[in-house]
C-alpha cells in the first residue's frame, strides 16, 4: 500500500505539472507575442530613438499585434489592420487613457485630450467639437473669418521672411513658423495677435519639443516613475515639462480670467467666450463648477493645434525646398487655376487637386504623428485573437499603415503625384487611407481645421514667394522623436515672385 501511495503521489504530481504548464502555454497563447522583455527596464532600451521605426520592424515578427514591457508596463502595440478594428469596430473598448504621471500635469488633470473617457469626457469633448467648428469649417462665413486670421498672419509671416532673407541670406524658420500658428489660434481663441518680437510670447510657445518628447508614447518617466524620485537626466526633463505645464495653464487662465471679466453673452468673441458660456452652464448641470475647465480646454485647443499645425508647416515648408520641382509644379497650378489677379481662397480648393496631393503626401511620408497619443482598454477585451485585459496600456502605430507596401507602391518614395487619378481629380479613396488624425472615439476634433489651414498657407506661399535651399547646407530628412516628429534645423531663403500688394489690399 505504500508503494500504491507514492505511485499515486507521483502521478498526480506529474498530473499538476502538466496541466500548469498546458495553462501557462493556453495563457500565452491568449496574450500577444512579443520580444523578451529585460528585468526593471523591460524592452525600453530597444525602442531607440524612432519606437514607430522599432514597432514596425517588431510586425514582421510577430504580426500586427504584439505586447512589449516598458519598466513596469505592459504595453499592447496595435499596427495596420488591428488599428480600425480596434478603433473603429470596438471602440468604446479602446478610448480610455492611460493613468500615466505626466497627464496629470497637463491643464492641472482635467484634460480633454489626457485624460480617460468618462461619461463628462464625451459631453466636453462634443462641446468642444462644435465651439472649433464654429470657429472654422462651420458655415461659409466662420471659414471666411479663419481664412483672414490666416491671410493676416501669412503676411506678416513672409514680410519677417523677406527680413531675415535680406539680413542673413539664409536663416532658420522653425520659430517663425511656431509663433505664425500659435498667432492664428491665438486670434480664434483670444481676439489677439502677437509679435513676432514678443519674447514672452516666443517662452511660451517655444517649447514644444520639450512637452511632446515626455508625453509621446515609450517616454520613460510614465513607465519607469521612481525615476522621478533622485536626480537624474529624466527628473529634469520631467521637472521642465512640469514647469512649463504650469506656466502655460497660467498663461492661459489669465486669458479666461480678462474675458470673464468683460464677456456678454450676447456676443460672442472668440472662442474662449464661447467656451465659458458653452463649459459653465454643463458644469453647473452636472454639479462639476469648482473645476477650471475653461482653462483646460482652452488650453488643450490652443496646446493641440499649435505644437501640430508648426510641425506641419515645418515639413511643409522643408519638402518644398528639398523638391524644386514639386514647388514648381504646385506654383504652376495655383497660377493657373488661381490667376496671378488675385490670392488664393476657401472656393478654390476644389480646383487645386496638386495642392491636396501634396498636403496628403506630407502627412503620409513624414507621418509626423506617428503613433497616437496612447490609449488604454475600458474593460477586459480581445483584439484579433488575443486577450487583453482592462487597463491595459495601447499604442496606435499610425506610421504603420501610412508606409505599408500593400497599400501604397514604394511607400518611402515621396511622390504626390500617387493621390492624382489619372484624369488631374484627387484620388479620393487613397487620401482616406492616410492616417494621421487617428480614428474612432479619440479621432482628433481639429482635422477639418487643421486641413483648411494646410491648404490655405500651402496655396498661399507658393502662389506668393519661391524659396530655396542654402546649397552649403542641404536639407536633410531627419528628425526627433516625440508626439510629433519635428525636423531637424534647415536654413531657407524667401523672394517674393511679384509683389506685396495682394496681401496689402486683402488684409488691410
Ligand atoms: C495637422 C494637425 C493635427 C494632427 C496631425 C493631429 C493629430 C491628433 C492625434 C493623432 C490625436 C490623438 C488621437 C488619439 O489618441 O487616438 C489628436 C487628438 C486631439 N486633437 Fe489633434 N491634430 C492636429 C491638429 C489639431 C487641432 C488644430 C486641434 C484643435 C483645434 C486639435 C485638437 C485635438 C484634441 C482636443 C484632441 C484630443 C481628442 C480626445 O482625446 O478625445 N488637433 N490629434
Redesign the pocket.
Same mark, same amino acid.
Request: hydrophobic share 55%; charged share 20%.
Given at each position: 500500500t505504500r508503494n500504491r501511495r507514492l505511485n499515486v503521489t507521483c502521478v498526480t504530481l506529474l498530473v499538476s505539472v502538466h496541466l500548469f504548464r498546458w495553462l501557462r502555454r493556453q495563457r500565452s497563447i491568449s496574450c500577444p507575442p512579443g520580444p523578451l522583455p529585460w528585468p526593471v527596464i523591460g524592452n525600453a532600451a530597444q525602442l531607440g530613438n524612432a519606437p514607430h521605426l522599432y514597432f514596425t520592424r517588431m510586425v514582421k515578427k510577430y504580426g500586427n499585434v504584439f505586447q512589449i514591457k516598458l519598466g513596469s508596463r505592459t504595453v499592447v502595440v496595435l499596427n495596420g489592420e488591428s488599428i480600425k478594428q480596434a *478603433?473603429v469596430k470596438q471602440g468604446s473598448e479602446f478610448s480610455g $487613457?492611460p493613468d500615466f504621471t505626466s497627464f496629470k500635469y497637463i491643464s492641472n488633470g482635467n484634460s *480633454?485630450?489626457f485624460g480617460t473617457s468618462t461619461d463628462w469626457?464625451k459631453v466636453h $469633448?462634443k462641446v /468642444?467639437q462644435s465651439t %472649433?467648428r464654429m470657429f472654422s469649417t462651420g458655415n461659409p462665413h466662420t471659414k471666411k473669418k479663419f481664412e483672414n486670421h490666416v491671410l493676416s498672419e501669412g503676411k506678416e509671416l513672409l514680410r519677417l521672411f523677406l527680413r531675415k532673407t535680406k539680413e542673413d541670406k539664409y536663416f532658420q524658420p522653425m520659430t517663425y513658423l511656431v509663433v505664425s500658428t500659435a498667432n492664428i489660434?491665438s486670434a480664434v481663441c483670444f481676439g489677439k495677435r502677437y509679435s513676432y518680437e514678443d519674447e514672452e510670447f516666443q517662452q511660451l510657445v517655444g517649447r514644444n519639443d520639450q512637452f511632446t518628447q515626455t508625453v509621446g508614447a515609450g517616454s520613460i518617466v510614465d513607465v519607469m516613475p521612481w525615476l522621478q524620485y533622485f536626480p537624474n537626466p529624466i527628473k529634469t526633463i520631467f521637472d521642465n515639462f512640469k514647469q512649463l505645464n504650469l506656466e502655460f495653464s497660467a498663461f492661459i487662465r489669465d486669458k479666461v480670467m480678462e474675458h470673464r471679466k468683460t464677456i456678454q453673452s450676447s456676443t460672442i468673441r472668440d472662442m474662449t467666450d464661447a467656451f465659458i458660456v458653452a463649459l459653465d452652464q454643463i458644469s453647473d448641470k452636472m454639479g462639476l463648477s469648482e473645476k477650471d475647465y475653461v482653462t483646460a480646454t482652452v488650453g488643450? %485647443?490652443f496646446g /493641440?493645434?499649435q505644437d #501640430?499645425?508648426s510641425t506641419?508647416l515645418q515639413w511643409i515648408i522643408l519638402l518644398l525646398v528639398k523638391y524644386p520641382e514639386i514647388q514648381v509644379r504646385l506654383q504652376q497650378e495655383v497660377d493657373k487655376v488661381v490667376d496671378r489677379s488675385r490670392l488664393p481662397s476657401i472656393e478654390d480648393q476644389q480646383q487645386l487637386p496638386y495642392i491636396m496631393a501634396f498636403i496628403y503626401e506630407v502627412?503620409r511620408y513624414t507621418s509626423?504623428?506617428p503613433l #497616437? =497619443?496612447p490609449?488604454s482598454t475600458t474593460t477586459d477585451t480581445s483584439i484579433m485573437g488575443y486577450t487583453v485585459p482592462k487597463n491595459a496600456v495601447i499604442f =496606435?502605430n499610425?506610421w504603420s499603415i501610412n508606409h505599408d507596401p500593400g497599400i501604397w507602391s514604394h511607400p518611402d518614395t515621396f511622390d504626390p503625384e500617387r493621390f492624382l487619378r489619372q484624369n488631374g481629380a484627387l484620388n479620393k479613396d487613397l487620401t482616406s487611407n492616410v492616417l =494621421?488624425?487617428?480614428? &474612432?472615439? $479619440? $479621432?482628433? =476634433? &481639429?482635422?477639418e *481645421?487643421?486641413k483648411l489651414?494646410?491648404f490655405l498657407f500651402t496655396a498661399l506661399i507658393v502662389h506668393q514667394c519661391n524659396i530655396t535651399a542654402d546649397p552649403a547646407r542641404p536639407v536633410m530628412m531627419g528628425y526627433n522623436y516625440g508626439l510629433t516628429l519635428k525636423p531637424h534645423p534647415f536654413y531657407l531663403a524667401v523672394s517674393l515672385r511679384d509683389d506685396m500688394t495682394l496681401l496689402e489690399a486683402a488684409t488691410s
Open positions: *478603433l $487613457r *480633454l485630450a469626457w $469633448r /468642444a %472649433v489660434m488643450d %485647443v /493641440a493645434s #501640430t499645425l506641419a502627412m509626423f504623428a #497616437t =497619443i490609449h =496606435i499610425q =494621421i488624425f487617428s480614428l &474612432g472615439k $479619440r $479621432r482628433c =476634433i &481639429g482635422e *481645421l487643421s489651414k494646410l
